[in-house]
Every structure is written in C-alpha cells, then in structure tokens.
C-alpha cells in the first residue's frame, strides 16, 4: 500500500524592499526650505507606514538647479548607492523633482531599470517596474523641461526690466560688501582691505605682490577660500562697484537647455548704473588705478628700454633685470623676479638716483 505523505515546504522570509526616497527644491527660499523638511518628515513617515520597506537613506538637493544633473550632489550619491546595488526602489514626488532635462530623465531610468532598480513618481502615479515607460516617461520630462525652461525665461526677463530701470543690484555681494534685504552694505573688515589693496597698486607694488603680502599676513578670503592670487587683485582693482557705480549683464545665461553662463562680449545689452550702492574707495582712487594699469599695459607693447637703465641693470643674487618703481613719488630699482611676489630672491631695491650714479662711475673708469 502507498503511503502518501505531504510536505510542506516552508516560505522563503520575504526580503524588505531598500527604498531611497529623493526629494529637490531648486529655490533658498525660506518657503522652499519649509517644502524640503516637510518632505523629508513626509518620506520617513511613509517608509515607517509600510512594513515591505526598508529606509536606505534620504537623499536631498535643495537650492540646486534640476536642469542639469551633475550639478546636484545628494542625486549622484544616490546614482552611486544604486550601482553598488544598495537600492531597490526610489520613490520622488514627481518627474520635474527628478529631472527637468528629457534627455538626462531617459537616460537614467534606463540605466537604473537595467541594475534592477524601479522608479516611482508619485504625482504621476509612474512606477518603472510595471510599465513600459519609453513613451510615457517622454512626454511628462518634455513638460517639466518645458515648465523649467518658462521659469528660468520669466526670470530673465524680469532682471533684463529690472537693470533697464537701474533696480537690479546683484545676487551676490562682492569683497567688501554685504547683502542686507537686497541692499549692498559696506562690510567694515573687508573694506579696509579693498581700500589696502588700491592703495599697495598706486605705490607701484604689482598684482601677485600684493597678493603675496595679503597670504602671508593671512588675510581671510571668503566662501571658504584661503589664498589671494594675481587675478583676484586685479578684479578688485577693475569692479566699478568699489566706487560706487555698476555696470549690469557682465554675463548672461544662455537660452537653451543645458544652460551655461557666458561672459557678455556684446551678445546682450549692458546698462551702467551711476552711484548704484556706497563707495569704498573714491572715484578720484579708482580712475588712478585704471589709468596706471593702462600705461603699464602700455608699455608691454613699447620698445622696453623706454628708461634709460632699462634692461641694463641685472639683479646679483638672481640674475633677473631690474625694473623701475615709484614708490611715495620716488623712482626705485627693483629685481622684476623679486618684485613679482617672489621670496627666494633676497636682493634689495636701489635708489634711481644711486643707480645712474653708479653707472656714471663704472662708464669713467671704463673710460
């Protein structure tokens, strides 16, 4: 006789679902800011709320632009995760929040579906894993593209009215200056610095000297920066905002997606505004400076032996030519390698009238 026995082959422990919730605002804004925390309560309250889930992580981007994704650092991370294969389902409030560039939206939900990680876009109610989205993905990422696109040319053209009647200031404050309610106010501190560094260039010192002096005193930059370079001394040297005026549209943003910012070299309007915000240093000050850098300039481009003991001077200690410096309204001869900034020539300047004294006696005894 057979003997039936039946066996029961007991359940496999279901395995959690890894969720990634990602959540974007692209405005600092105080109200945006309310909008990030509340999604983040929202997103830990919703995985508590269903027991199949598993909270990876958060992952947040906020005051960042969505047209572009390299440029949100939380949603690369999040990327990474996915290819490390620490994730299995990513749920976002919609498609604008995820992406707002059509080509960069198909490009990742594709990656992400080969890895075998699904997206959920809650506003559209999309869910990757169950849908074939090649073309339902297309049209709602046009319209968010389309929907970025109208904000960013509304903001456009409210900067291009706003610097057409002389209201727009700037969206950040330069060295030397605070944002206050839209205003610039003159930052006391940083002030006194600008005010140095015009002062150092009209007593002949160049542009990496002073820059070298200002790092070895350890002046403080800004914004995490630590070191003065040539070029930053000589934007402060050229920004008419240090005496008061402002010249708008220095750059501007092109039309089309991706966006890039350009330098204005004549594609847009500029507007100049006359006493736009306080002065730091007087108009007198900052003409000066202009016009001994253009006689520098100048000067690059003249015969070079414009002064008599031109190239005809050679520094002792590194061999470098001598080049003339007024200093206090005397004429002095400095090492040019010294003079740049340099520390390892030890060499000392020599008076113009001490030089040609020099020569005199050398040019008698040659006789």
Not at 142 to 148: I, R
Not at 281 to 310: H, I, M
Request: hydrophobic letters at 35%; one cysteine or more.
């Amino acid at each position: 006789m057979k003997t039936i026995t039946e066996l029961t082959i007991p359940k496999k422990e279901e395995k959690l679902i890894r969720l990634a919730p990602y959540i974007r605002v692209s405005s600092n804004s105080d109200d945006q800011l309310l909008s990030f925390a509340a999604q983040v309560r929202y997103y830990t309250d919703y995985t508590a709320a269903h027991s199949e889930y598993e909270l990876v992580d958060i992952y947040a981007d906020e005051g960042i632009t969505g047209t572009e994704m390299k440029k949100r650092d939380d949603f690369n991370r999040l990327i990474y995760d996915c290819k490390k294969r620490k994730i299995d389902r990513i749920i976002t409030k919609s498609i604008s929040r995820f992406a707002r560039n059509t080509t960069e939206l198909l490009t990742v939900v594709r990656m992400l579906r080969e890895i075998g990680v699904s997206v959920y876009f809650e506003e559209q109610g999309i869910d990757t894993e169950t849908l074939d989205l090649e073309m339902i993905l297309t049209f709602p990422g046009m319209a968010a593209q389309k929907e970025s696109e109208t904000i960013s040319e509304n903001m456009r053209w409210s900067y291009q009215k706003r610097m057409e009647s002389g209201e727009f200031n700037c969206c950040r404050a330069a060295y030397g200056y605070e944002l206050v309610n839209g205003e610039l106010r003159v930052n006391d501190t940083e002030a006194a610095v600008v005010r140095r560094i015009f002062h150092l260039y009209l007593q002949g010192c160049g542009k990496q000297a002073i820059a070298n002096q200002l790092n070895a005193e350890e002046v403080p930059k800004r914004y995490g920066y630590t070191t003065w370079h040539s070029f930053t001394i000589d934007y402060i040297l050229n920004n008419e905002r240090y005496m008061g005026d402002a010249l708008l549209q220095k750059s501007y943003t092109t039309d089309a997606l991706p966006y890039r910012k350009r330098r204005n070299r004549g594609e847009k309007a500029q507007f100049y505004v006359e006493n736009s915000n306080p002065a730091i240093v007087s108009r007198e000050t900052y003409q000066a400076a202009q016009e001994l850098q253009k006689s520098k300039s100048k000067g690059c481009f003249v015969k070079k032996d414009r002064y008599p003991l031109s190239t005809m001077l050679k520094c002792p200690v590194c061999g470098h030519n001598y080049r003339r410096q007024i200093v206090n309204g005397k004429a002095y001869w400095v090492c040019s390698y010294k003079a740049s900034g340099r520390l390892e020539c030890t060499s000392e300047r020599i008076s113009e009238e001490a030089a040609k004294e020099a020569f005199v006696r050398m040019t008698d005894k040659l006789i």
